[in-house]
């Protein structure tokens, strides 16, 4: 089995800086893309950054210039740096990672993470 574990969440100020960090671990033989997402109370969960395997990124127009997801492939952990908060940044942040269990595996499975709370304060 495949375990995500989200840490780094907390209460910030508005114009504060989070560091979100997500480690993998158990039965992997590789990661292909990982991503953050965001669910903020009664609404929907959404993409907010994606990095693939080769560091290939993309993002929410709502956090780009703010916030950067970056990994470290060694470590099979993810990162979510995120700067100058906003109240509207408050969400659960929920990591997922694409997994090959094994060098036969055709097709990558998804995992999720339990997530970590964010909570910006105006």
């Known amino acids: 089995q495949v375990q995500l574990v989200e840490s780094g969440g907390g209460l910030v100020q508005a114009g504060g800086s989070l560091r979100l960090s997500c480690a993998a671990s158990?039965?992997?033989?590789?990661?292909?893309?990982m991503g953050w997402y965001r669910q903020a109370p009664g609404k929907q969960r959404l993409l907010v950054a994606g990095i693939t395997n080769g560091g290939s990124t993309n993002y929410a127009d709502s956090v780009k210039g703010r916030f950067t997801i970056s990994r470290d492939n060694a470590k099979n952990t993810m990162y979510l740096q995120m700067n100058s908060l906003k109240p509207e940044d408050t969400a659960d942040y929920y990591c997922?990672?694409?997994?090959?269990?094994?060098?036969?595996?055709?097709?990558?499975?998804?995992?999720w993470g339990q997530g970590t709370q964010v909570t910006v304060s105006s």
């Open positions: 158990g039965s992997i033989f590789s990661i292909n893309a």
């Open positions: 997922n990672a694409d997994v090959k269990l094994t060098y036969s595996s055709r097709y990558p499975t998804r995992y």
